[in-house]
């Protein structure tokens, strides 16, 4: 993994070898492969100077092939020793272990409260010494926020002192205040230290919990596998290799299957000798085969095993779909294998998909799931028992949409958008609803499709009319079909509702410039700049673009304002320097006040500034000192590199002043 970037943006190297080591990491996760390759947890002893470390992972049994992230430390049990949390990213999520060693060694746990004044009540960064006797090295610890990976120990700083300990003091070195030392302390308690409190407090005992040591029995990995998806997932449009539309007028299991594969001969079997139940149930079974031969040797297959059932053929479209659809819902970039089924209710709701071998029994029950409540689906969907902490999570069509955005099949994701959102089914609160058309609208947007875009965001405006995404984006595409009016309306509102967001007013600026209207670029670059007036990048922006629009004078108000509030902005000065004195209105020039400028640049940045030097060169010329302009001029011609925009403009001013010329800036009006 290549280090963190220091520049946020850019084509540097670093940063493209940092994003693609994100990339992988990522294809990792979604692969379902471990970071460490599934390795074993380890532990190390320290043997003491000069010998190595011993493993004694299995020995303590710390030997689990989870894959674990962090440790924190805490004394679970109160029994004077430390116990360990271990978190995982793969389940079990959270093991604890319970330290049941014998010993007679003695320790002590310190809880750090601060008075609020000098240091924070967490007492985050204070350092403890305890001072025992017969040692000269005190026992230190630190009290950190974090540990670990995402993890936090407890706040308790635990001491483990050996046998025989004896007190002397304990030292804590409060954060932002003075040290302060505590007498009189013995080992083997739990106690409470208030920073500018000479007295301490033990914390009350408590009843070891009864914990009860038990297996986590790992299950089995198999091909076959019941998915369970949320309430509310809506089925794509699929349609055969032959283009025809699958419809589903009924609840409808729809089945991936191969003729050379052993596993669809024995699940076809199976169904063909219980087809009557099919029919009982009023399930319909589509079979789509995914062999790349003829409809007709997959039929003459079925009839061979005098199957009921005939079969129509999955071009690599629909494959693409179904694929896509079960990636989203176990978020795991694995292809689907065949045999795979999709059970589907009336309205289209996908309610289950088997991988591997799915018995008639299981479908007929899981039809309920058309009529069952988001909390009977989470947990018939979950393969561990336990409780929840949370509500069952709202179906989203994003997640089949945006599988088929990274297969750069964004005309099947529009498509999938656009069925998803006329199911009644279709779940979630108002952002996620917002969201659903936001991605439709921006997919449509980015395929040159803006008329088509603008229904989806109004809808998406409605639910949420100060959502900044939406406007810009419907702006965007009032625009694009040449709606301009419609388009700064739509600004405006979002400038009333986010005054300081810079995005609203690039987009209103690039807006008009494309209708060559620089009156309205001027007047939105001045709106960013006032409504920010802590940012004088922005008022500079506008310095320049006044330039060039022909109003030198309100330029040059606006350097002097960038000056009055934020004086160590020296670009805004050295732009001001050369607009007194390289401007080509004669009434807009005042050499004397450049120089100045110019000159009190230098001095600020001791003539290190190259840009300075030069300010000051044509503060020079301008005062018809062109001896002294072509000797600064001329010491600055090997400070870039010879193609470079600051030498070309180097060089073109000398060729003025070495003929005695002032220079002028004729980009500006």
């Not at 003459?300 to 079969?311: C, D, G, R």
């Not at 693409?320 to 289209?348: C, K, M, R, Y």
């Not at 979630?428 to 088509?452: C, H, M, V, W, Y």
Request: include cysteine; charge should be positive; glycine fraction near 4%.
């Amino acid at each position: 993994m290549s280090q963190s970037p220091t520049a946020p943006q850019g084509d540097d190297l670093r940063l493209q070898s940092y994003r693609q080591g994100w990339l992988a990491l990522n294809r990792l996760l979604h692969e379902n492969k471990s970071f460490s390759g599934r390795e074993t947890n380890n532990a190390f002893l320290n043997c003491g100077k000069n010998s190595p470390f011993a493993d004694v992972s299995s020995a303590i049994g710390w030997d689990f092939e989870d894959d674990a992230r962090a440790i924190g430390l805490i004394d679970y049990d109160h029994d004077g020793d430390l116990d360990l949390f271990v978190t995982n990213r793969t389940a079990p999520r959270v093991r604890l272990l319970k330290n049941n060693l014998k010993s007679e060694s003695n320790f002590l746990s310190l809880h750090l409260t601060g008075s609020a004044k000098t240091t924070p009540r967490d007492a985050i960064g204070a350092r403890v010494e305890v001072h025992l006797k017969k040692q000269l090295v005190p026992h230190i610890r630190t009290l950190h926020a974090g540990q670990s990976f995402l993890a936090q120990s407890s706040h308790w700083l635990h001491f483990g002192l050996g046998e025989d300990a004896v007190i002397e003091r304990v030292v804590v070195h409060w954060p932002g205040s003075k040290s302060q030392t505590f007498n009189g302390i013995k080992a083997n308690q739990k106690l409470y230290l208030i920073q500018g409190v000479a007295t301490v407090t033990p914390r009350k005992t408590r009843r070891n919990p009864n914990l009860i040591a038990a297996p986590h029995p790992t299950p089995e990995k198999k091909s076959v596998a019941r998915i369970i998806p949320p309430a509310g997932h809506t089925f794509p449009n699929i349609l055969t290799a032959a283009g025809e539309p699958l419809s589903i007028s009924a609840t409808t299991l729809i089945a991936l299957w191969s003729r050379t594969c052993p596993h669809c001969q024995k699940e076809l079997q199976s169904w063909t000798n219980q087809a009557a139940k099919f029919k009982k149930s009023n399930i319909n079974l589509e079979l789509l085969c995914t062999d790349q031969e003829h409809y007709d040797q997959a039929n003459a297959y079925l009839k061979s095993i005098n199957s009921p059932f005939a079969t129509r053929m999955a071009g690599p479209e629909a494959v693409e779909l179904l694929d896509a659809l079960h990636a989203s819902i176990i978020d795991l970039w694995i292809p689907i294998p065949v045999p795979t089924s999709f059970l589907v209710s009336t309205e289209g709701q996908l309610l289950a998909i088997y991988r591997g071998i799915a018995s008639i029994e299981q479908i007929i029950n899981d039809t309920k799931f058309a009529t069952a409540s988001p909390l009977e689906r989470r947990s018939a969907g979950s393969p561990f028992a336990g409780r929840w902490t949370s509500k069952p999570a709202a179906s989203s069509p994003q997640g089949t949409a945006q599988q088929l955005l990274q297969r750069a099949k964004p005309n099947l994701a529009i498509n999938y958008l656009r069925s998803a959102l006329t199911k009644p089914f279709l779940q979630g609160e108002k952002f996620t609803r917002s969201d659903n058309l936001l991605l439709l609208g921006q997919i449509l947007g980015q395929q040159g499709r803006p008329a088509e875009a603008i229904p989806q965001l109004e809808a998406a405006n409605e639910i949420l009319p100060k959502d900044i995404r939406v406007l810009r984006l419907l702006a965007t595409a009032h625009a694009e079909t040449g709606n301009f009016s419609k388009s700064f309306a739509i600004l405006n509102d979002a400038i009333s509702y986010h005054p300081q967001n810079l995005d609203i007013y690039d987009d209103a600026i690039n807006i008009a410039l494309k209708t060559k209207n620089p009156t309205l670029g001027l007047y939105y670059k001045k709106k960013s700049a006032d409504n920010n007036p802590g940012n004088p990048n922005l008022r500079h922006r506008l310095v320049l673009f006044q330039l060039e629009q022909g109003q030198p004078l309100d330029a040059i108000a606006n350097c002097k304002t960038i000056l009055g509030t934020s004086p160590k902005f020296l670009k805004a000065a050295n732009l001001l320097s050369r607009i007194l004195s390289t401007h080509p209105r004669e009434k807009v020039r005042r050499p004397q006040e450049s120089l100045a400028l110019a000159s009190r640049l230098c001095l600020i940045s001791k003539n290190r500034d190259a840009n300075h030097l030069l300010s000051l060169a044509y503060a020079q010329a301008n005062l018809s000192n062109f001896e002294e302009a072509t000797k600064k001029l001329k010491l600055l011609t090997n400070i870039a590199p010879p193609d470079s925009k600051f030498t070309k403009e180097v060089e073109a001013a000398l060729v003025k002043t070495k003929a005695a010329q002032p220079i002028r800036n004729v980009i500006w009006k």
